[in-house]
C-alpha cells in the first residue's frame, strides 16, 4: 500500500487550467482516468487526510504510486480525451459499464455491391447501416420477413448470392418474391441499391411515403380492374402495418430521441436506454456497473453517454438525449455531443408529458434490471460460498457463518418503534424464520437501547428454549422444537416459559428443524456502527453467550464494524462479502420498515371495540349496522346494547365499559360554514383482510421515515 504523500506533486507544478488526468500503480499501469475544470483544485483533493477520503477513492490513491496530467483547451477536449484513455487503458477503477447481453442489430451492408439485411452484432462497420437495438434476433427476422414483401432486398449470404451466379438460378426467395434476385440479374446493381435506400428509410421512421404510394398504386389498378395487382399491393400494405406495429407510437410528434434512465445503490448501477426514432421506440439497451468511485448520478449518466456516442456519428446521435440528471457542467457534454452529431442536441430532464411518462418506464427497466442482476448474482452457489469465506476471513471467524441474523431498527420521528430479524442461511434468505418486534421497555427514540433490548429478547429466548430441549453438541440439530408458527410474526414476551413435554413432528419445520429462535446464529449483523454494535454485544455479554459473533454495517460509507475497535474493517469494493452484507441489511430495513408502517397505519384506524375481547369483525359490524354510529352506541344502554343478535348481556357490558374508557373522538367540522357536524359519524368498517377502512381516517403524518 503506497502512501499519497510518497507521490504528491510539489505545490504550484499543477497547473490551474482544464486537462486529463491519470493514476499508475507501482507497475505503471493506468489505474484511473479523470477530468477537471481545474487540475489543481480537482487533485488537491485526491491528496488530503486518508480518514477524510471516501473508502473507494482511499483505496485507488493507496494503489497508485504515480499521478499525472496532460493540459487541454477546452472542457470538451478534456471530455474527448478522457473517454479515448478510459477506451484505451481499460483502467480498473473507472466506471465500466457492461452489457448484460450482445445485442443484435438489423443491419444493412451499404459497403457492398449488392447490399445485403442481415442481422450483426459486436463492433459497428463502416459503411453499414445499423437499426436497433433488439433485445432478440427474431424480432428482427420477423420485422424482416415482412418487409420483404415490399423492399424485395438481398438476405443470403455471400456464398449462397456466388453459387446463384455460378449456376444462374435464385435461392428460394428469388422464386416466392421475397428477393429481387440481383444474383442473377433480374435487377441492376443501382436499381438494387435504390430499393435498399428505401428499405433503410423504412426503418428509419419515414413510412408514411410509402404508405401512401402503395395505397395510391392499389386504387390505380382497383381502377383499372387489375385485382389481382390491388389484392397484392392491399398485402404489402398490411405487412408494412404489420411492421409498424411491432413499435407502438410513444410520442406523438414523431420525436427522434434517445431516453436514459439510472437505477442505483451504494455499490451497483444499472443502465438503460430506449432509442425512440419517428415517435416509435426502435430499440433498447442496458448495461450494469460497479461503482468503483464514488459517483453522482449525473456522472453516471455522463459515463452513459460517453459509451454509448464515443464512437457515433451523425444520425446515430440523437436530436434529442433525455436523462434523470444533468451532468456537472452540462455545456461541455452537450457541445460535445452536438460535435459528434454534426448539428445541435439538446440535453435535458423531461418534466411533464409523454416523454415524462416515458421515462417513468425506462425508470422501471432499469429498475427491474438491477434486481435481475443482483437476483442472478445472489443465486449462484460459487458466488455465496465466496462471499461467506471473505466474511469470516474478514471478521476473522473460525469458519464460514453458514446462519446470518440482522436486525434494524424502524421508527417515525420515536413513534412506533419496531424492529426486524431477518435470517440467511447458506447465503439465500429464510423467510419462514423472519421474525419482528415492538419495542416495549422505554418510550420514544433511542435506536442504541433499542438495539439493546431487541438482542436481549432474541437471546433470552434462544437460552430458555435450550434448556427446554436440553444441551446439545454443537453442530448437531436438536430433537425438539421450541413452538408452532412458521410464518414471521411479533415476538411476544414470554420468555419465561418452562419445561414441556416433547414437541411433535408437526411442530418442526421441513427439514426437521426446531422452529422460532431455538437454533443460534453463527453472526449477529445490526443496522448501524460502533453504537449499535456495542450494544448488541453488550447484550451478548449479559446473557453470558460468548460464541456468536457480531458486526455492523454503516450504511454511509459501507463500513463494517466489530466490537471493541476504534476502526472497521473495509472491505474491498469488488468484495461478494461486502455484497452479501448489503444484501442482508437492505432486505433487514425492508422488512422492518413495511411492519412499522403497518402497525402506524392500524394504529390511525383504531376504534374502542378492537379491545372488546370475544368481539370479532361480524359481531362488530351488525353492533354498527344495529345502532348506526359510534356515537348512538356510545349513548345505548346495556339492556338496548342486547337487543343486537348474538350480543349477550356480559358481551354488552364489556362493550359499554369500553366505550365508556374510550375518550370520544373530536366533532367534525364545515370549514365553509362553521356547522359542527357531529350527527352519524360512522365506525370504520372492517376490509376482507381485517384491517379497518375509513374514508375519514385521518392523513399519516409525515417526518423522517428510519
Known sequence: MADPSSYRPKPGQIPDSPGVYRFRDEHRRVIYVGKAKSLRQRLANYFQDLAGLHPRTRSMVTTAASVEWTVVSTEVEALQLEYSWIKEYDPRFNVKYRDDKSYPYLAVTMNEDYPRVQVMRGHKKKGVRYFGPYAHAWAIRDTVDLLLRVFPVRTCSAGVFKNARRTGRPCLLGYIGKCSAPCVDRISAEDHRELADEFCDFMAGRTNTYLRR??????????????????????????????????????????????????????????????????????????????????????????????????ETGDAVPKEVLVPALPDPVEPVQEWLSGRRGAQVSLRVPQRGDKRDL?????????????????????????????????????????????????????????????????????????SEYRRFQIKGFEGQDDVRSMHEVITRRFKRYLTEKERMGEWVDGEIPDGGAGAGAGPGDDSDRLTEVSSPP????????????????????????????????????????????????????????????????????????????????????????????YQRTKRSKRFRSSPLDDVPGLGDTRRQALIKHFGSLKRLRSATIDQICEVPGIGRKTAEAIAAALAQAAPAAPAVNTATGEIMEDEVPEPTRGASGESVSAGAPDERRGQER
Request: contains cysteine.
Open 359 to 431: 421515462m417513468e418506464t425506462v425508470e422501471r427497466n432499469a429498475q427491474q434490471a438491477l434486481a435481475l442482476h443482483k437476483t442472478k448474482r445472489a443465486s449462484d452457489l460459487t458466488t455465496r460460498s465466496r462471499a461467506l469465506e471473505e466474511i469470516a476471513d474478514a471478521l476473522g471467524l473460525d469458519s464460514a457463518p453458514l446462519r446470518i441474523e440482522c436486525y434494524d431498527i424502524s421508527h417515525l420521528q420515536g413513534d412506533d418503534v419496531v424492529a426486524s430479524m431477518v435470517v440467511f442461511e447458506d447465503g439465500l434468505a429464510r423467510k
Open 214 to 311: 402503395l395505397e395510391r398504386q392499389m386504387r390505380e389498378a382497383a381502377e383499372a380492374m387489375e385485382y389481382e395487382r390491388a389484392a397484392r399491393l392491399r398485402d404489402d400494405i398490411e405487412a408494412l402495418r404489420k411492421a409498424m406495429e411491432k413499435n407502438a407510437v410513444v410520442l406523438a410528434d414523431a420525436t427522434d430521441a434517445d431516453l436514459i434512465a439510472v437505477a442505483e445503490d451504494e455499490l451497483e448501477a444499472a443502465v438503460q436506454i430506449f432509442h425512440v426514432r419517428g415517435g416509435r421506440v426502435r430499440g433498447q439497451r442496458g448495461w450494469v456497473t460497479d461503482k468503483v468511485e464514488e459517483i453522482t448520478t449525473g456522472a453516471l449518466v455522463e459515463h452513459a453517454l460517453q459509451q454509448l456516442y464515443g464512437e
Open 503 to 594: 414437541l411433535s413432528d408437526s411442530l418442526k419445520d421441513e427439514d426437521g428443524r426446531p422452529k422460532r429462535f431455538a437454533y443460534p446464529p453463527q453472526l449477529v449483523v445490526v443496522d448501524g456502527g460502533q453504537p449499535q454494535v456495542a450494544a448488541a454485544q453488550r447484550a451478548l455479554d449479559e446473557l453470558g453467550i460468548d460464541d456468536i459473533a457480531v458486526c455492523g454495517l454503516a450504511k454511509r460509507l459501507e463500513e463494517v464494524w466489530v466490537p471493541g475497535e476504534d476502526d472497521p474493517v473495509v472491505l474491498p469494493r469488488t468484495s461478494e462479502g461486502l455484497y452479501l452484507l448489503q444484501r442482508i441489511r437492505d432486505e433487514a430495513h425492508r422488512f422492518a420498515i413495511t
